[in-house]
């Protein structure tokens, strides 16, 4: 596996690859790689030749008092499962690398970024629109792949790759999840015990509410009140938001149909953690 810090390096190697006829896919990380990750990359190797990950923590799309500074950083665990998960390139840019002084350009998400995450957390969607821009002008790949379980931002990535005409296909990677069905996230290392326990309501009350969708309830309260039933009696869980909307716009639907997402986040203890289920598909 090649490790690579600069655009400039990045993009000459990748010019090589490219005039030997082989196309590209990419892994935009956080880097603290998981399973979920790890089926990511898998994804992109199978759909191109040669594969890309970044590991980069985007100081853009963090707020005031989140989670910036204490964000896990394991570099070597990072390097070793992406190297024995077939990544070809390893992409480790620097805040310097990536923000240059006087960078202040930035990309302005559309009206699907102001609800849900975009509400609970101002700017942090024109943080991640604008570092993806960024990598996807570096790594121009021919397929990028990003995670279910950001389903929000997934979207808003797929409408700026639209929007702003990049060439590139954008795919969705079902959810990774544990053996109680707690979406893979790096942010769960920050679960104590108690709280790890607490997390597992979380699909819990996704499936309660698809369990509800399929014996025939389409009033998405109905829907909501069956998720937030099995929330309410764990006290260290406490709700965010929970809503039925459409795929595309984000904007809540009703009735409630297959394609429609339940989207939902949660505080368990200080640790605030997202998940969602498409009605139609439900959680494995």
Same mark, same amino acid.
């Given at each position: 596996?090649?490790?690579v810090?600069?655009?400039?390096?990045? =993009?000459?190697?990748?010019?090589?690859?490219?005039? +030997?006829?082989? /196309?590209?896919?990419?892994?935009?990380?956080?880097?603290?790689?998981? +399973?979920? *990750?790890? *089926?990511?990359?898998?994804?992109?190797?199978?759909?191109?030749?040669?594969?890309v @990950?970044?590991i980069?923590? !985007?100081?853009?799309? %963090?707020?005031?008092?989140?989670?910036?500074?204490?964000?896990?950083?394991p570099? +070597?665990?990072?390097?070793?499962?992406?190297?024995? =998960?077939?990544?070809?390139?390893?992409?480790?840019?620097?805040? &310097?690398?990536?923000?240059?002084?006087?960078?202040?350009?930035?990309?302005?998400?559309?009206?699907?970024?102001?609800?849900?995450? &975009?509400? @609970?957390?101002?700017? *942090?969607?024109?943080?991640?629109?604008?570092?993806?821009?960024?990598? %996807? *002008?570096?790594?121009?790949?021919?397929?990028?792949?990003?995670?279910?379980?950001?389903?929000?931002?997934?979207?808003?990535? =797929?409408?700026?790759?639209?929007?702003?005409? %990049?060439?590139l296909?954008?795919?969705?990677?079902?959810?990774?999840?544990?053996?109680?069905?707690? @979406?893979?996230?790096?942010? !769960?290392?920050?679960?104590?015990?108690?709280?790890?326990?607490?997390?597992?309501?979380?699909?819990?009350?996704?499936? @309660?509410?698809?369990?509800?969708?399929?014996?025939?309830?389409t009033?998405?309260a109905?829907?909501?009140?069956?998720?937030?039933?099995?929330?309410?009696?764990?006290? +260290?869980?406490?709700?965010?938001?929970?809503?039925?909307?459409?795929?595309?716009?984000?904007e809540?639907?009703?009735?409630?149909?297959?394609?429609?997402?339940?989207?939902?986040?949660?505080?368990?203890?200080?640790?605030?953690?997202?998940? !969602?289920?498409?009605?139609? /598909?439900?959680?494995?």
């Open positions: 596996m090649r490790e810090t600069t655009g400039h390096a990045l =993009r000459a190697w990748l010019r090589a690859r490219r005039a +030997e006829g082989r /196309q590209v896919g990419f892994v935009p990380t956080m880097g603290a790689l998981h +399973e979920g *990750h790890l *089926h990511l990359v898998d994804e992109a190797r199978r759909r191109a030749d040669v594969t @990950a970044s980069f923590v !985007n100081p853009l799309q %963090f707020g005031a008092g989140e989670d910036l500074v204490r964000y896990p950083r570099l +070597e665990r990072d390097r070793l499962l992406a190297s024995g =998960r077939g990544v070809d390139a390893l992409f480790l840019p620097d805040v &310097g690398e990536m923000y240059p002084p006087g960078a202040a350009t930035r990309v302005v998400p559309g009206p699907a970024a102001d609800r849900w995450e &975009g509400a @609970a957390r101002p700017g *942090h969607f024109a943080g991640v629109l604008t570092v993806v821009a960024k990598l %996807f *002008h570096i790594v121009q790949p021919d397929v990028a792949c990003f995670g279910q379980k950001d389903w929000q931002q997934a979207a808003l990535v =797929r409408q700026m790759v639209r929007d702003l005409d %990049f060439s296909e954008v795919v969705v990677v079902p959810t990774v999840r544990e053996p109680d069905g707690l @979406a893979m996230s790096s942010r !769960n290392a920050y679960l104590d015990a108690t709280d790890r326990a607490a997390a597992g309501s979380i699909p819990a009350a996704l499936r @309660a509410l698809v369990a509800r969708y399929r014996a025939g309830e009033d998405p109905a829907l909501v009140a069956a998720a937030r039933a099995v929330l309410d009696v764990r006290p +260290e869980v406490a709700a965010e938001y929970i809503a039925v909307v459409d795929p595309g716009t984000l809540p639907v009703a009735p409630a149909r297959d394609d429609a997402v339940a989207v939902l986040a949660a505080r368990v203890g200080p640790t605030r953690l997202i998940d !969602n289920v498409i009605l139609g /598909q439900g959680i494995g």
